[in-house]
């Protein structure tokens, strides 16, 4: 418990009380933050909540509790997506705002939770002010956002949303090689439960998902919280770069088929391509396999991966045949045999010019500059944003830390974003009544 009182101590020491008003409290969001930092906590601080494990349901559990104290109707579907509803004034479609509660190993203790607390902050509001919202609200927490279970992610919202493979799905297994369908059962559910957990998101009037921005940009310009413009796809090419294995002292410079040569001219080149085709595309190179990997072997074969994103698909698409050019020229060069496997293409989510207005509006209500960002990561958002309007909001993080127990992010920031996402969503409301949100 030491580590997590350090933790809430740490959150409310700087805390501006002037912030708490209007029914947003921040020392609750604190200490909510702080008691789901106690669910699989770590000795470093941080925290092992993987997907479908009992650590996430946990963190569900205690969430579900407090839904249903702030008198919200709480459902579980059979993918272990919790939803919290209130009624609105008026009949029609849900404006839903959350995120998740798992995490990778060891990792942060904002990142997906804050997104629920805040959400579920708003109708807390709600409640202290005796207001009903004009339109019915649901907080909701999405299973396995991070995919440290199975290497995949987004099981939860891409369920809602009737899109996982089902074929793939049951051939996945853990670390442990547990099956999905094991784990699934372990968790109290079932896989037919699962591929029911599809919902008609024709109920659905828009999402809104608050996160932690996961890079420096808002730390930088000193502000706490930005508009998210859109949701970089990934996509990821696997490359085999096939020389010819020789003596390290025996074998002349000028007659070797050096793979590691090749592969090497191929990753500094890789790192100059991206602004060529968009100043917000991004190309990685983070693993790398040698064979044989000896000291004295010149090496015969290597295997590594290139992660390209960027908001805009056709400029990341010619970004990658520049990619599998480059490769292949570089195996030219050294005599080296080049293959490639396309092996991952996931479509990014700009968001709707609409969408970021109104949030920008909310953010100069309350004296911030608006400020525009790009996710290189994915989030639940950018799944549900493929069936109905999605928007999104970044919360300053600290050194741009995240998926590590250093993560931080001020409770002042925390309590802004609270209050910004409440007149964001009552406006959403006003306009969902007139008829007039933005449809895909």
Avoid at 332 to 361: C, G, W
Avoid at 418 to 428: N, P, R, S
Wanted: proline share 3%; hydrophobic share 40%.
């Amino acid at each position: 418990m030491k580590i997590i009182d350090s933790f809430l101590a740490k959150l409310i020491a700087n805390y501006d009380e002037s912030l708490s008003y209007g029914g947003i409290d921040g020392s609750r969001i604190a200490e909510r933050l702080s008691e789901l930092a106690s669910i699989g906590q770590t000795a470093e601080g941080g925290v092992n909540r993987r997907g479908f494990s009992a650590e996430e349901k946990e963190a569900k559990q205690l969430v579900k509790g407090w839904m249903e104290q702030a008198g919200l109707q709480v459902t579980e579907d059979g993918a272990g997506n919790v939803f919290g509803r209130l009624e609105g004034t008026a009949d029609g479609k849900s404006i839903l705002s959350g995120s998740h509660v798992d995490s990778v190993p060891n990792g942060g203790n904002f990142d997906g939770p804050l997104g629920v607390i805040v959400a579920l902050e708003v109708a807390e509001a709600w409640k202290a002010a005796g207001v009903q919202p004009k339109k019915p609200f649901e907080v909701v927490i999405f299973s396995d956002e991070e995919g440290s279970r199975f290497g995949t992610g987004l099981t939860g919202s891409h369920a809602v949303l009737g899109r996982l493979n089902k074929k793939d799905a049951v051939l996945l297994k853990d670390s442990e090689g547990k099956s999905f369908e094991t784990v699934i059962q372990e968790y109290g559910s079932t896989l037919d439960a699962v591929w029911e957990a599809k919902r008609e998101m024709k109920e659905v009037e828009l999402f809104v998902e608050v996160h932690i921005e996961q890079g420096k940009k808002l730390e930088r310009s000193d502000l706490p919280i930005g508009v998210v413009k859109g949701i970089a796809g990934p996509a990821s090419v696997a490359f085999t770069f096939e020389g010819e294995a020789g003596h390290a002292g025996n074998t002349p410079m000028d007659d070797r088929k050096d793979a590691v040569l090749a592969a090497g001219e191929f990753i500094r080149e890789v790192a100059t391509l991206p602004i060529q085709f968009s100043d917000t595309a991004v190309a990685t190179i983070g693993k790398m396999n040698v064979f044989p990997n000896g000291t004295n072997v010149i090496a015969q074969k290597v295997e590594l991966t290139t992660d390209v994103r960027d908001i805009h698909e056709e400029k990341r698409d010619a970004l990658i045949e520049a990619i599998i050019k480059a490769a292949e020229d570089a195996g030219a060069v050294h005599n080296v045999d080049v293959f490639y496997q396309r092996m991952l293409a996931v479509e990014p989510l700009l968001i709707d010019n609409t969408l970021k207005t109104s949030l920008k509006d909310s953010m100069t209500k309350f004296g911030i500059e608006p400020m525009e960002l790009i996710s290189g990561a994915g989030h639940d958002a950018m799944v549900i944003g493929r069936e109905v309007p999605a928007a999104m909001l970044f919360v300053r993080s600290k050194k741009g830390i995240s998926h590590n127990p250093e993560e931080w992010t001020d409770l002042n920031d925390c309590v802004v974003a609270a209050h910004v996402l409440k007149d964001f969503i009552e406006k959403q409301m006003d306009r969902a009544s007139r008829g007039d949100l933005p449809h895909d």
